[in-house]
């Protein structure tokens, strides 16, 4: 079935895919939504970015544009493990329910728990909503399980991660049995699959590795051996490649997300940090700002493995590898989506490690794996000279953020006028009353010469090499005013 008509949904559906210029179903969506049409229960096993909400959406809605369900206040149930995928799962329901006056209520953290009972004082025809909520209210009765009809249990291995196992179990203890039950997710472990057989019954189940097979896989996978020194250049390379694109860089742990998001950052490259310490403000405005192309990269904790639904994200980068292998499926199904051509770079530490994922791709994914760690170095262009043995100096220069200078003032300078390739600048560390520029020896000099036309002020030049400590040579450099005054006190003296 190669168009949305012949899997049986109505025109107002096809109407506003049409609208939206959704052309025709994916995989997931060709075999999901005729049997959840037929009020199959289902459990379907698909990649990120291959469709998923739209296959349980489409006949979710139409069920209540044919009034299948919402009567006598029954109610469809979508749960989903975070608080960012809620928010994009209401999202496509509004666009697709759009004039349809169905009431659908969205409930998550950030919000005020008297609002949102308020809201569940009305009829309810959707619930969208993430666990914690969900539970919460049914304890203290403000929502009747018995009610609901149709459940989609989304991304449900993450919500096992997170440790919601046990609010899962409730769930599924709680709905009615006769209820419609789907579950959908990316992966499903040994726990997932377990819990799936025993709550879903005579569901039919679709595993789209085995059903979609090994043609027009979207995402070109990379393998880079590094080291700790080379790593950050390599990344640059990357970077600064006009393909990349919107970027995500996964790094493992909060304090290392800051970190590499502040080197980022001071190359003078518009980039955001995203981990689960920032507010839903906060992570609110880097997801708009990154989406509507004011940022170029974000730096991300796994938080942003799963369920963010960015389009567009053309480069992935494992800048450390995941914890699991099935983090790794998460987090490089970050590009590729909607079948868009993408590319992931991962960052390896030896052979064993390229194995492994190479193995792995075999296993879990219908694509051929041929390009290898010598690929992957040629395509980034990295020579010999930038593999560790690098002679990095430190060019500190006492003017800062008081002076208003940015890392940009000094990357446009630097590439201008000595043709450093940009990729090579180490760190641009710009303090309010200080810049500490990292360059390959062999631009030092040149580079001390034309930064210090900038404000004319002290200039001190350190060594630096693998970031090892060593004593700093330090120099003042006069400028032709100092030396003239200089010259006219002797004269004086005299």
Same mark, same amino acid.
């Given at each position: 079935? #190669? ?29 999901? &939504?005729?049997? %959840? %049409?037929?009020?199959? #229960? ?13 296959? +349980? ?14 009567? #006598? ?38 919000? =005020? ?9 009305? $009829? ?12 919460? +209210?049914?304890? $203290? ?9 149709? /459940? ?18 409730? @769930? ?16 499903? =472990? ?9 709550? &879903? ?30 790593? +950050? ?37 518009? =980039? ?5 310490? @920032? ?28 369920? /963010? ?7 992935? &980068? ?52 041929? %390009? ?26 006492? $003017?800062?953020? #008081? ?86 006190? $002797?004269?004086? =003296?005299?």
């Amino acid at each position: 079935m #190669n168009n949305f008509r012949e899997l049986g949904l109505d025109d107002k559906l096809l109407k506003i895919l049409k609208s939206e210029l959704i052309k025709s179903p994916t995989p997931i969506q060709q075999h999901a &939504i005729p049997l %959840l %049409l037929n009020g199959e #229960n289902v459990i379907g096993q698909a990649r990120t970015g291959s469709g998923k909400t739209l296959a +349980f959406i489409l006949p979710m809605l139409q069920q209540f544009l044919k009034k299948r369900i919402g009567q #006598n206040r029954k109610i469809a149930l979508i749960l989903s493990p975070t608080r960012e995928l809620t928010k994009q799962t209401a999202k496509v329901i509004e666009t697709f329910s759009a004039g349809s006056k169905l009431n659908i209520i969205t409930l998550h953290g950030g919000q =005020s728990l008297k609002e949102q009972e308020n809201l569940l004082d009305k $009829r309810i025809d959707i619930l969208n909503c993430a666990p914690g909520r969900l539970i919460d +209210f049914a304890n $203290r009765g403000a929502i009747d399980l018995s009610k609901i009809q149709y /459940l989609v249990v989304d991304e449900g291995d993450r919500l096992l991660e997170l440790g919601f196992d046990d609010d899962l179990e409730y @769930l599924l203890n709680h709905v009615p049995i006769n209820a419609q039950r789907l579950m959908f997710s990316a992966t499903f =472990s040994k726990e997932l699959v377990a819990m799936a057989n025993q709550y &879903i019954i005579n569901a039919k189940h679709l595993f789209m590795s085995e059903l979609e097979g090994e043609k027009d896989y979207p995402i070109t996978y990379y393998y880079l051996p590094t080291e700790a020194e080379t790593k +950050f250049l390599y990344l640059m390379q990357i970077l600064h490649k006009k393909w990349a694109g919107q970027t995500i860089i996964f790094v493992n742990g909060r304090s290392s997300v800051i970190e590499v998001g502040k080197q980022v950052k001071a190359k003078g490259i518009k =980039s955001e940090s995203f981990h689960a310490n @920032l507010d839903a403000v906060e992570r609110d405005s880097a997801l708009r700002r990154f989406k509507e192309k004011i940022i170029q990269v974000m730096v991300c904790s796994d938080l942003a493995a799963r369920g /963010l639904d960015i389009e567009g994200v053309k480069t992935v &980068i494992n800048y450390d590898l995941p914890n699991s292998k099935e983090l790794y499926l998460h987090r490089t199904g970050r590009t590729g989506r909607a079948f868009e051509k993408g590319s992931a770079y991962t960052f390896t530490v030896n052979d064993k490690e390229i194995k492994e994922l190479i193995d792995y791709h075999k296993k879990h994914l219908p694509v051929k794996i041929n %390009l290898y760690k010598s690929k992957a170095i040629e395509d980034t262009n990295v020579d010999s000279s930038q593999k560790g043995d690098v002679y990095y100096k430190t060019i500190v220069f006492n $003017r800062g953020k #008081n002076d208003k200078l940015s890392p940009g003032n000094f990357v446009g300078l630097l590439v201008n006028e000595i043709d450093i390739p940009s990729e090579e600048i180490g760190n641009i560390n710009v303090y309010d009353d200080r810049t500490e520029i990292e360059l390959p020896a062999k631009y030092a000099n040149k580079a001390f010469e034309i930064i210090k036309k900038i404000k004319g002020k002290k200039i001190l030049i350190s060594p630096k090499t693998g970031g090892s400590k060593k004593k700093y040579k330090t120099r003042e450099i006069a400028t032709r005013t100092q030396v003239s005054r200089k010259q006219q006190n $002797r004269k004086k =003296s005299k």
